[in-house]
């Protein structure tokens, strides 16, 4: 297939069947909407280049910045159209939680304003929500801006009434599913699709997704941040339930593992709502029925995500050298040496003094003559061997003694001769009124 | 329908729970000293103290802990804090004569704040610590020095408007502290003053839950020490100020429940919560939610010395590693100024109820011997249900039906409702039973109590277990060395 602009690209995903194998329903047949194989990565491609579109020649001309808040999919789509058309991206944000998403936006030129945390103490000026305070933003402004406002831009809720609605009833052979399931973050998606399927099937169950509360699952919101969305309106869904973070991430492990649908958390969630919901009917069921959720974007941005909730799915395989498998005999048989001492033994033997710190800290202060190789570091050169020969002296030196001695062990079991840790560490050094130096 | 009590339970720890269980104590000592009455625990602070002293243990730090002495007036908890290692934040000329007083040397107080010449010139003849404000207070202090032959004084440099790396953290601007931009203006005064200041620290305090801008303020400290170093100034030590929260209520489900449904209640979807209507700053425009939710964070899971632990952890934005192993390895000490989370669950705010009554509306009010400024809860946007401590010591019958009320408070004015919103009690308090405000000993005492219509001011008395018995003390009658918790 030939294209002239990536921008053509979007759309026209592929609805997948998932396996009953998997799902365990008899009589309904569940499809995957695939959005994460639009060219940016989700769903939200659409409504990013369906807002921007019409508007994109007069921003060109007139040098405007593309304003959304978003710190997610929309904001990714967004700095990709805007750096197509040579226009600057500013995404005003709550707080970046997915540090991944934060890292790409930057690459992609994009400009993020996090806005501040909750006060500690109440105070009663405060009274904004975010899209209040970029209105203001805006309104202050010199410059031009084009303003996507993606959760009261009714071209968001369009790009699905006009594309992703219609797919699925083209891939389901002109026929509307019986269920839909899709979670709810600026609503576009699913009132899109929900108004569509429902022109053609009005029995359908279309079932809204959202957040636990006290839950955060990207790109969803919780029952009551929806309430702050101009495009939801609670009449779309037959009914709406809230999914957890944890089961969002079993539903798309069962999608990554068992139907190489490669989806994040949304997705996960919107497969976790959907066989629950179905299971209920599924038994009761005399005739085949279809139900269709989305698969909203890809997984590899939510790596610490996972590694944050469930860290036992990324689990490494011991490795050798490790301070983690010191025994505390081993410690204990460390050696250890006091600040006079160790001063004497610097002067007399001349032993290789490694400071484990920072190397900010490094430059600040240090004993002279001695070399920075900080702990992160150390700890990766000792994986592979010793990083020195046994015959020269060692002298290690932290903060307080307490990492250094792990390391004096390490190195002694590796068969390190001559290693000794300074007892009180650089602080210790400093009370005892040792000189410390700095370059 | 009759809707489901929506409960906004206290947390409750061991020691609080007890006191709010001598039911007989605290009738006995509402009906010698009045309502309102506050009750301060002592004891608790010294164990709040040690909570925060063991994050330090584990991140190896060292440093001074500094009690914000605004949060409560009490003695009795500023005398206990004596005996232990603490210090005294102070941030006005009486506090400041309040706990050098209490036992505190000088050593162990800093005066923070914006302060006139008298609290100044106080701070430097009794020799505590000054946390510099401004510029110009650094003038007027290295002035009074001068001219009243004063000895050197140790003074810290409180920082503000602290830029972030990478991604632009915005944060409220604040009325305090020196611009980090001017920092070369403000280290030159130093050293032109260095006979009359000794510069031992740099400081900052964010009113703000978020780590990102407390990470950005951290980090940017640990440059500005080094930058001080660079200029041969020897400064130890970064106060990271307060602000690490209280959880106060038992129950997170409770706080969800109650939020999702007062945004229900914002929208019309059910009936009111709240009196008038109030919305705590949500409001409904056309359907659709908007306002910011103007109440703290009253389920806080990582709060106190939690929140200093995972702040301690967290990764310094440019620096890349841990913050406390940054302050360990660039051999700095750590300096907080815990304020409500060092008098969490140290006290209870009584009051008697004095009439229970129903409108033609259809609501239940419930007047009590106290105003809104004896517990100003709703002041500070803590939203929690008081303990009702019957007369008769029974309890509610376990068929009583709960009902939502509202609290009214004793001054003749249609605003003075102690809290807008409705409370649900698990039943209907009845004339001289007490509301026990519990957990009210940071902030919600004594801060903004007045003497509107002449209404008498909350009396303060210590209470401490002797022997396991509950035992009183009138605050200012409190000594630490009378009452250890075991013999006096």
């Known amino acids: 297939m030939r294209y002239d602009s990536i921008t053509d690209v979007i759309g026209n995903t592929p609805l997948v069947r998932i396996s009953p194998a998997v799902h365990g329903l008899k009589n309904i047949d569940l499809y995957a909407k695939l959005e994460m194989l639009n060219p940016f990565g989700s769903v939200k491609d659409r409504a990013a280049w369906n807002m921007t579109r019409g508007g994109l020649a007069t921003a060109m001309e007139r040098g405007d910045s593309i304003v959304e808040l978003s710190s997610g999919n929309t904001a990714k789509a967004l700095a990709v159209i805007a750096g197509l058309h ?6 005003v944000t709550n707080r970046m939680k997915v540090p991944e998403i934060k890292d790409l936006l930057l690459l992609l030129g994009a400009e993020i304003e996090e806005l501040p945390g909750q006060t500690e103490c109440l105070d009663p000026t405060n009274t904004d929500d975010p899209l209040t305070r970029i209105h203001r933003v805006l309104s202050e402004s010199e410059t031009g801006y084009l303003h996507t406002d993606q959760y009261y831009s009714a071209l968001n809720t369009e790009a699905h009434i006009a594309g992703t609605g219609p797919e699925i009833l083209r891939d389901l052979d002109g026929h509307a599913p019986d269920y839909f399931i899709a979670c709810v973050g600026t609503a576009g998606s699913s009132t899109g699709v929900a108004t569509v399927l429902r022109g053609h099937n009005p029995a359908i169950d279309v079932v809204g997704l959202v957040a636990h509360k006290s839950d955060f699952i990207p790109g969803i919101r919780n ?25 969002a991430i079993d539903g798309m492990l069962t999608l990554v593992r068992r139907c190489g649908m490669l989806a994040g958390p949304t997705g996960g ?13 599924d038994a009761e069921l005399t005739e085949r029925r279809t139900a269709v959720f989305i698969v909203c974007d890809r997984v590899e941005s939510y790596m610490s ?30 050696t250890v040496i006091d600040v006079e001492s160790a001063q004497k033994w610097i002067a ?25 190789i ?23 030196a932290c903060p307080v003694g307490e990492k250094s001695v792990r390391y004096a062990a390490l190195l002694t079991r590796m068969g390190h001769p001559d290693v000794r840790s300074l007892s009180g560490g650089i602080i210790g050094w400093r009370d005892a009124g040792a000189p410390l130096v700095r370059d | 329908m009759r809707s489901s009590p929506l409960y906004l339970e206290p947390r409750l720890e061991p020691r609080l729970r007890s006191v709010l269980q001598a039911t007989d104590f605290l009738h006995t000592l509402v009906d010698a000293l009045g309502s309102p009455l506050n009750v301060v625990l002592p004891e608790q602070i010294t164990e709040n103290e040690e909570r925060f002293r063991a994050v330090y243990q584990r991140h190896h730090l060292s440093g001074d802990l500094y009690f914000a002495h605004k949060a409560n007036r009490s003695s009795a908890l500023v005398r206990q804090l004596a005996v232990t290692g603490a210090g005294m934040d102070v941030a006005s000329l009486a506090e400041l004569q309040h706990v050098l007083g209490a036992g505190f040397t000088p050593d162990r107080i800093m005066a923070t704040g914006p302060k006139n010449r008298e609290f100044l010139w106080l701070a430097a003849r009794a020799g505590v610590i000054v946390n510099l404000d401004s510029k110009a207070e650094l003038e007027s202090l290295a002035e009074l020095v001068g001219k009243y032959v004063l000895p050197r004084v140790r003074v810290m440099l409180r920082l503000s408007a602290f830029q972030a790396p990478g991604v632009k953290v915005l944060s409220r601007p604040s009325r305090f502290g020196s611009h980090v931009s001017e920092l070369d203006t403000l280290l030159d005064a130093v050293e032109r003053h260095r006979d009359a200041v000794e510069l031992i620290g740099v400081a900052y305090h964010l009113d703000t839950i978020g780590l990102p801008e407390k990470a950005v303020a951290l980090e940017t400290c640990i440059r500005v020490m080094n930058e001080c170093q660079r200029r041969g100034l020897q400064p130890r030590a970064i106060d990271i100020g307060g602000g690490f929260g209280v959880n106060y209520l038992a129950d997170g489900g409770q706080w969800e429940r109650y939020t999702t449904e007062l945004t229900n209640a914002v929208l019309g979807r059910r009936p009111a919560l709240t009196w008038q209507g109030h919305g705590y700053g949500l409001r409904s425009e056309s359907g659709t939610l908007r306002g910011a939710l103007g109440l703290y964070p009253a389920h806080r899971p990582v709060a106190a010395e939690g929140y200093l632990d995972e702040l301690l952890s967290y990764p310094a934005p440019s620096l890349g590693r841990p913050l406390a192993t940054l302050l360990l390895e660039n051999l700095y000490d750590l300096v907080i100024e815990p304020g409500r989370a060092l008098v969490d669950q140290c006290g209870v705010a009584l009051a008697r109820v004095l009439e229970v009554r129903h409108t033609p509306t259809g609501d239940c009010l419930v007047r009590v011997e106290m105003n809104g ?15 009702v401590i019957p007369r008769d010591g029974s309890r509610p019958a376990p068929d009583a039906e709960a009902v939502g009320v509202y609290l009214i408070g004793n001054l003749c004015l249609e605003a003075d409702l102690i809290t807008r919103r409705m409370v649900f009690l698990p039943g209907l308090p009845k004339p001289g039973d007490l509301l026990a405000f519990a957990n009210t000993a940071g902030y919600f005492m004594d801060f903004s109590a007045d003497h509107a219509l002449q209404q008498p001011i909350a009396r303060k008395v210590a209470a401490y277990q002797e022997n396991g ?17 075991e013999q006096s």
């Open chain 1, 86 to 91: 040579g226009l600057p991206f500013k995404s």
């Open chain 1, 305 to 334: 995500y996972v590694r944050k909730r469930r860290p036992e799915l990324l689990n490494q395989p011991p490795r050798q050298n490790s301070v983690a498998g010191l025994a505390p005999a081993e410690l204990t048989a460390a």
């Open chain 2, 373 to 387: 400024g004896d517990v100003s809860l709703e002041e500070h946007g803590v939203l929690m249900d008081p303990v």
């Open chain 1, 223 to 247: 029952i009551d941040e929806v309430h702050e969305v101009g495009l939801f309106d609670p009449a779309t869904y037959d009914t709406i339930e809230s999914v957890s973070a944890d089961e």
């Open chain 1, 348 to 372: 007399e033997d001349h032993p290789l003094v490694i400071d484990l710190r920072g190397p900010f800290a490094y430059a600040a202060l240090h004993i002279e003559g001695s070399i920075n």
């Open chain 1, 374 to 396: 900080v702990d992160e570091l150390f700890d990766e050169l000792l994986h592979g061997g010793l990083p020195f020969g046994r015959s020269r002296p060692v002298l290690l």
């Open chain 2, 469 to 485: 018995t509950w035992r009183w003390r009138l605050d200012e009658q409190y000594w630490p060395i009378t009452c250890t918790g």
């Open chain 1, 269 to 281: 969630g919107a497969y976790h709502g959907a066989v629950r919901h179905l299971r209920k009917v």
